[in-house]
């Protein structure tokens, strides 16, 4: 309802989660709700010529990987997406608490756990490979400009900040916002502030 006062149509879309499927699957769930929204843009007043994308922890990897292949020919082939190529043209992305790669990194064994879940098929893991590399997705993907938000608590703060680091040596516009956990000062003074929820990106 924020948005909507400021004339912004907007539509919560859910995927299913892995193990109940892999990555492949949560790619055409995401798919399926752009082609949704296409055709019922008209219904809603929704102008599909200015659609932005946003968020949270993984589904921030989701919205990377899936304008990618809305985009970029060469990711939606690599990627066995083909037909989603020119589906739609995402003018941004918002990312909150994000998730960008699919291991390594200072959580690189929780990351691996969960490998197995999203690429449960040699082929799709094949697929995958060569766009584990964010750097090559951010190459070939014909990337829209980011907005990154993450936190001092935030328990993927290492992803966002090798992910901006990454937009920056490729000369891609993004902005990055990094909030410092603080302590509310009334009457529960122990109460803390540590996630940040997807309002504060308005």
């Known amino acids: 309802m924020y948005l909507a006062k400021y004339g912004f149509a907007v539509v919560n879309a859910n995927y299913r989660l892995v193990p109940q499927i892999g990555f492949q699957g949560q ?33 921030t990897l989701l919205i990377l990987y899936l304008t990618a292949v809305l985009h970029s020919p060469v990711v939606a082939s690599q990627l066995g997406m083909k037909e989603a ?25 929780a990351m691996g756990y969960y490998a197995e879940g999203y690429f449960p098929t ?25 907005y990154l938000q993450t936190s ?32 509310c000062v009334n009457s529960d003074r122990n109460k803390r502030f540590s996630e940040i929820l997807s309002l504060t990106l308005y």
């Open 27 to 59: 790619l055409h769930d995401a798919l399926d709700a752009i082609i949704w929204t296409n055709e019922h843009a008209h219904d809603y007043g929704m102008d599909t010529n200015a659609l932005f994308l946003i968020g949270d922890s993984a589904a």
């Open 122 to 146: 040699l082929k799709e893991r094949i697929r995958i490979s060569p766009y584990l590399d964010v750097d090559r997705l951010v190459v070939d993907g014909n990337l829209p400009p980011f």
């Open 152 to 183: 001092t608590e935030d328990y993927l703060a290492d992803n966002t900040l090798e992910f901006a680091r990454i937009l920056q040596y490729r000369h891609h516009d993004y902005e990055e916002i990094f909030y410092n956990a603080c302590l």
């Open 85 to 109: 190529c020119g589906t739609a043209r995402i003018l941004a992305i918002a990312g909150c608490s994000g998730m960008y790669r699919f291991e390594g990194g200072v959580h690189g064994t």
